[in-house]
């Protein structure tokens, strides 16, 4: 059985960014065009893929459609006549995760809460983090999170000294607000990445330290979403 076929004998739909996918033996293909249309809107100008939280891998994507079939019947029963959310920061499908698609490739299990009545599955994937790549990632972050900051607040003392107007002073707002997105988007996968190396060591007090900061940052910096989410 291949992933179109596992998708409709279990009737699961996929979404990604608003766009539904219900199964069909077209489905995969359709999928990723979603992925990518929902990318666009997410991507922003001068930050890696990597270093956004809501831009998702079409790799991980691939790889975990690919992986759906293998997963017990009892699993899939709990997806069935529901929507996966592939946006869902807990399947891990984001280029910012730490999961890579060779980890996919081997193998994962989707956990789904009992008793959860949504449209939309609750699932949770369970699969090996790369805690490697995730420090080496959280490290970039906090570095261009530090360098958008500093962006952010000669924007800011730009736009209060300087005697601006008309298409200008639009182009400067437009910029600011690119960077604070920018800013915050870093100071999240920071505060992702670090969480998770601190939930692997609970007694690390310096690595429980970053965590904690890292949270802190990532909500003086939040900002507007960009990008959409379900109702």
Request: aromatic share 4%; with cysteine; charged share 25%.
């Amino acid at each position: 059985m291949n992933s179109d076929e596992c998708l409709m004998q279990y009737d699961i739909t996929t979404r990604a960014g608003h766009a539904e996918i219900p199964p069909s033996r077209e489905a995969s293909a359709s999928i990723l065009e979603a992925v990518e249309r929902s990318n666009r809107g997410a991507r922003l100008a001068g930050l890696p893929d990597e270093l956004n939280p809501v831009v998702i891998d079409p790799s991980k994507v691939q790889a975990f459609l690919s992986g759906l079939p293998k997963l017990s019947d009892e699993s899939l029963k709990k997806l069935r006549g529901r929507t996966l959310y592939l946006n869902d920061p807990a399947l891990l499908l984001h280029s910012a995760s730490p999961v890579t698609v060779d980890a996919l490739r081997s193998g994962f299990q989707l956990a789904v809460p009992e008793g959860a009545a949504s449209r939309i599955a609750p699932a949770h994937m369970i699969v090996p983090i790369d805690f490697t790549l995730a420090r080496e990632r959280a490290t970039s972050a906090k570095q261009m999170m530090e360098t958008f900051d500093d962006e952010v607040v000669s924007l800011e003392k730009k736009h209060r000294k300087e005697s601006i107007d008309g298409k200008e002073e639009a182009d400067l707002l437009k910029a600011l607000s690119n960077t604070r997105a920018k800013r915050y988007s870093t100071a999240t996968v920071w505060r992702d990445l670090t969480a998770a190396l601190a939930r692997k060591e609970p007694k690390n007090k310096a690595l429980q330290a970053e965590a904690q900061a890292a949270k802190k940052t990532a909500a003086r910096f939040i900002v507007a979403p960009w990008t959409g989410m379900p109702n």
